[in-house]
């Protein structure tokens, strides 16, 4: 038994086998709906009625209609259904990768969002590649989809302005918007969302913490150079220790933003001898990595050196001690982003961008301690 779907979402029985298409040797044209109507006998506009499935029509016709569907292994035009007013309804999500906390974070709330306002949402990965970006956000526009969400960091240049101005005025001219999200804004006068977080900020605040509690020779770990994301949070970092007259020279370990680098990093630099008696990780990734280095040295945590993390994800909580971190509102900056983009999209005009900015705060746990002078002068 076989079963035909409307778009009415009725259901349509009958009992013809499922059957491979009567192609010649070497084609691969995709069948249309005259196809189906020659096949089953009938005319183009009985057969657009019954996939429509909105229309009276006879069960010999939807019998008729399956059968051929299978025969030919017909797939009804979704941008066809869309100038119709029919069809599912999505918006799609950029990320460099599935695997980061944050990604997968931003995208459930992209993901939680869409399903409340009836839509689907797709999650597409790039690998940081701008070739595959482009194929996707092309693909995207010609399905019509509502929204395209770019997310994460990246690095500056006149070549990435171009190409996202181009993306930009593409979508909105087929109907979508384009949303950076984590990612600073294009010009003003492109048609753009962006939904950010206050990423340097958050460094700052970290930073201060720890200046709070006696601390004066931090450092900085992790983060790829030249990425906006890292750049942001060492400015952050280098604020706070330039406005309490900390110096920063020399304590910078930049590397990729994984608990390996973390670990390799400090590794070398405490068989140098140790210059710093606090450190802000990139990343609770990196953190994980630093924690694991200084233990193996037989150095304390947070005794001797105090350690904060940022991203806040889980990895972070449940470390040894519980790690102090920077938290970033992930699923809110992906329900922020649908609700913009489809209320922009609602407007007969984008004629500027328009930004918001989330914030972030420092969690307080147990890997900083208060330096006491004796502990200062021992550094």
Known sequence: ?????????????????????????????????????????????????????????????????????????????????????????????????????FFAAVAQGVEEQASTDGRLCLVCTTGGDPAKELALINMLREQGTDAVIIVGGFRPSQEYEVRMARYAESLWGSGSVLV??????????????????????????????????????????????????????????????EDRGLPSTDREMLGAPTEAFGYSAVTERLAEGRDFTAILAYNDY???????????????????????????????????????????????????AVRMALEARAEPVLSSARETVLATHVVVRDSVRSMTPERRRGA
């Open 286 to 336: 990196v953190a994980a990595g630093i924690l694991r280095a200084v233990r193996e040295a037989g150095v304390d945590v947070p005794g001797e050196v105090s350690l904060v993390g940022y991203d806040d994800t889980t990895l972070g909580a449940n470390l040894t001690p519980a790690l102090t971190t920077v938290a970033i509102p992930s699923r809110e900056l992906g329900r922020t």
């Open 1 to 101: 038994m076989s079963e035909l779907v409307t778009t009415s979402g009725a259901r349509v029985l009958a009992a013809y086998p499922c059957r491979v298409a009567n192609l010649k040797p070497g084609e691969n044209r995709r069948s249309t709906v005259r196809d189906v109507a020659a096949t089953a006998g009938l005319s183009v506009a009985t057969v657009s009625r019954v996939l429509a499935g909105n229309y009276p029509t006879s069960e010999d016709a939807k019998r008729r209609v399956l059968a051929a569907v299978e025969e030919l292994d017909y797939v009804v035009n979704s941008h066809a259904r869309r100038l119709a007013g029919q069809g599912t309804r999505t918006v799609a999500i950029l990320v460099e990768q599935v695997t980061s906390y």
């Open 180 to 241: 950076l999200c984590g990612r600073p804004p294009l010009e003003a006068e492109v048609p753009h969302i962006v939904v950010a977080y206050d990423n340097e900020d958050g460094a700052y605040a970290a930073t201060s913490h720890l200046a709070s509690k006696g601390h004066e020779q931090i450092a900085f770990v992790g983060g790829t150079p030249g990425v906006t994301t890292l750049e942001s949070r060492l400015a952050g970092w280098r604020r706070a220790l």
